[in-house]
């Protein structure tokens, strides 16, 4: 018996697809017998009587094609077995056929939600009918109704800038007003987006600069959970954010071992591989909601003021300040003033899409999950370990579905689902589809009784990817406008968070930022210099567009689990640093060569594969960005040793009497390092830090 066909049905209905196979689908040649599980086509003219006698027996499934189909990941998958020594004289004909009529049959479908009218009816009855698991269990969760509100708006609005791309909502406007000297900004600097920016907000408030930071939503709140290690998070620590003691009474839970695992039963031996254990990567789960709180208390210390639940609306920008007018739910339209706009809104940000001509991203992460507080029977899981990366299936209606799981405090797992997406206006991507996955396929990946679980907290969201050629590619700011986070699309396009980017680059920015406020450097073209931009991790962005399956494309079922195996196969033979500092973005130019050569090696495939999910211009795009962090690595290894040395000597004279060469060399001095994934070590940034504030003249205005 041998494999002769296997597809991919993107339809959750297995019944219907039996049924149409038994009773509508008409082979071109042999007969068909109705089987369990779908048909058997004989296509032998040999006799199949029935007897006790065990030849007749086997000749009645010899020369046949058995055909059946299952379900899993709420979808249907198709094989077709040869029950004979060699090909059959008809086979090619009818499997031929019965591709291209499953094809037909059963297209890909992209369903959209259901347009609602909330002053008529509650989401759980709006949504019922097309979700009905996603109904069911948020509806046991605390503040269920309002999240899952908060999931409808966020695909809503993300729909919304994925098909209209080429109008962009235009949010920022310039104006030549000229303003008085009594015209001075209330502020040095105002935060839009609570999340993100009141981590960098809380630090550039602790320098001295007067910070006002706007969330649309109460302050404090998370739809996600945040993991990182301890060596990322000490940046936080070295720049004076936290103390060593706050940064432990942050800590949910910290586990011995995370695992990498990818499906593999349907893989050629080549694209087969063990578990990846990386034991210091993301092992560290944050109290995200604490964390936030804790910087907001930091923020408020430092003379900083918070508006929460207060919408940003637009910002006008003059030569000498910015004016933002935002819409609060208590004191009603305000505008305020400061010499810099940062936006940190995210994925939903109307400013990275005006700014990037409707082009804010090239690739998405829609992502679901949950806090489950307890309801798992012992010997689900052992919270010692986290699945930092893991899949139990192959493609599934168009996508490839990866688990994390993290465990919290107590009894507390954290579940994200999510899978590598392209950006299309057919196919946005959505939440409330993923969540019906969600619900129903959580017992497949992990034991259990969904009805048992005790739910805290959904966790969802859009993690944007883009895929950088140079520093410049992408447009993160505007005069007095700059973006961090995932508004600024910056982070690496293999983990895809916003929040261990920002965290590995926290020092770096602070620095920039600041020598910009303090030189008045705030023009677009300076502020664009300003951001985590890798030129090591903007060359992997290739590897999760060959995670993606093009829109109303069909490919090989376990097509991406076999690329996936190939890389993190190759990863788990390698030494645990070289692994650890892969997914941490520190990969330097020799071990991202070698570690590509190795792949092609052992499996040549792989390149035929990567050339039909990305096609030719994404891979001369590629080239392009290879080019660039080549060229990036022998700069880096010629300066160095020696540059940011020499930087550190001449700043007292260069800075005082050319601000803007200094700034200039100093943004080149984090990119040959910090931009090569070789951190500057912790004592320069420390002198960069003391260097900040040593000099009256550069002392921030109180």
């Not at 720049?239 to 071992?257: P, V």
């Not at 034991?447 to 050629?469: A, E, H, M, Q």
Request: aromatic fraction near 12%; include cysteine.
């Amino acid at each position: 018996m041998q494999e002769v066909l296997y597809l991919e049905v993107p339809t959750p209905d297995t019944d219907t697809v039996k049924h149409w196979l038994r009773e509508e689908f008409s082979p071109l040649a042999g007969t068909k017998q109705i089987t369990p599980a779908g048909i058997r086509i004989h296509l032998s003219n040999r006799s199949e009587a029935s007897g006790e006698n065990s030849e007749k027996l086997t000749q009645i499934y010899e020369n046949a094609l058995a055909i059946f189909v299952w379900s899993v990941q709420r979808t249907t998958y198709l094989k077709v077995f040869r029950w004979a020594e060699r090909r059959l004289p008809e086979e090619v004909a009818v499997v031929n056929q019965l591709k291209q009529v499953v094809r037909d049959r059963f297209p890909n479908v992209y369903p959209a939600p259901p347009a609602i009218d909330l002053t008529q009816q509650s989401i759980f009855t709006a949504l019922e009918q097309a979700y009905p698991l996603t109904v069911k269990y948020f509806q046991k969760m605390p503040n269920g109704e309002a999240d899952l509100t908060r999931v409808y708006w966020w695909e809503q609005r993300w729909r919304e800038g994925v098909r209209n791309p080429k109008q962009p909502q235009q949010v920022i406007t310039r104006t030549q007003s000229v303003d008085t000297p009594e015209d001075q900004p209330e502020y040095d600097l105002i935060y839009i987006g609570g999340a993100l920016g009141v981590i960098h907000a809380a630090v550039m408030a602790q320098l001295g600069y007067r910070v006002l930071l706007i969330e649309r939503l109460p302050f404090g709140k998370m739809n996600r959970e945040w993991n990182i290690s301890r060596s990322e998070f000490q940046s936080l620590i070295d720049l004076g954010l936290f103390t060593s003691a706050e940064f432990e009474s942050l800590i949910a839970r910290e586990y011995e071992d995370g695992f990498h695992k990818f499906f593999d039963s349907n893989n050629p031996p080549q694209a087969k591989a063990p578990i990846l254990h990386t034991p210091t990567v993301l092992n560290i789960c944050l109290d995200a909601e604490k964390l936030l709180r804790l910087c907001g208390d930091k923020l408020r210390q430092a003379n900083g003021d918070i508006w929460d639940e207060t919408e940003f609306v637009g910002a006008e920008v003059s030569p000498s300040n910015v004016t933002v007018q935002v819409r609060s739910q208590v004191a009603g339209d305000r505008r305020v003033t400061a010499k810099l706009l940062v936006d940190a809104m995210g994925t939903a940000s109307p400013i990275a899409w005006q700014l990037n001509h409707g082009r804010a991203f090239d690739s998405v992460c829609p992502t679901v999950g949950a806090v489950v507080a307890s309801g798992f029977q012992p010997g689900v899981w052992d919270s010692r370990y986290g699945d930092v990366l893991n899949s139990h299936g192959d493609i599934a209606r168009g996508r490839q579905l990866i688990w994390e799981l993290f465990p919290s405090d107590g009894e507390e797992l954290t579940f994200y689902l999510f899978h590598y997406h392209q950006v299309h206006p057919d196919n946005p991507g959505s939440l409330l589809e993923m969540y019906e996955d969600f619900f129903t396929i959580l017992p497949e990946y992990r034991r259990c009784n969904v009805d048992d679980l005790v739910w805290k907290k959904p966790t969802f969201g859009y993690i944007p990817g883009y895929f950088s050629r140079n520093g410049g590619d992408r447009q993160v700011a505007f005069d007095r406008l700059v973006a961090i986070g995932d508004a600024a699309s910056l982070q690496s396009p293999l983990i895809f968070t916003g929040f261990g980017s920002l965290v590995r680059n926290l020092g770096r920015l602070t620095h920039l930022l600041d020598t910009a406020l303090k030189h008045n450097l705030l023009s677009a073209k300076q502020l664009n210099q300003i951001h985590s931009y890798q030129s090591n991790v903007s060359v992997t962005w290739l590897f999760s567009k060959g995670m993606m399956v093009p829109t109303g494309r069909n490919i090989a079922p376990e097509r991406v689990n076999s690329m996936l195996n190939t890389f993190f196969g190759i990863l788990a033979s390698e030494k645990p640093e070289v692994a650890e500092a892969f997914i941490k973005d520190r990969a330097t130019w020799i071990a991202f060569n070698r570690m590509a050569l190795k792949a092609a090696w052992q499996n040549p495939s792989l390149l035929l594969w990567i050339w039909e999910l990305a096609g030719a211009r994404d891979i001369f795009r590629w080239l392009g960005s290879y080019w660039n962090f080549t060229i990036s690595a022998v700069i880096s290894a010629f300066l160095g040793a020696w540059f940011p040395a020499v930087l550190q000597q001449v700043q007292p004279w260069l800075e005082s009497r050319f601000p803007a060469v200094w700034f200039w060399l100093l943004t080149r001095s984090y990119a040959y390092a910090d931009g090569m994934g070789k951190p500057q070590p912790r004592d320069a940034v420390a002198w960069a830090g003391r260097s900040l504030l040593q000099s009256d003249e550069l002392t921030p205005t109180p």
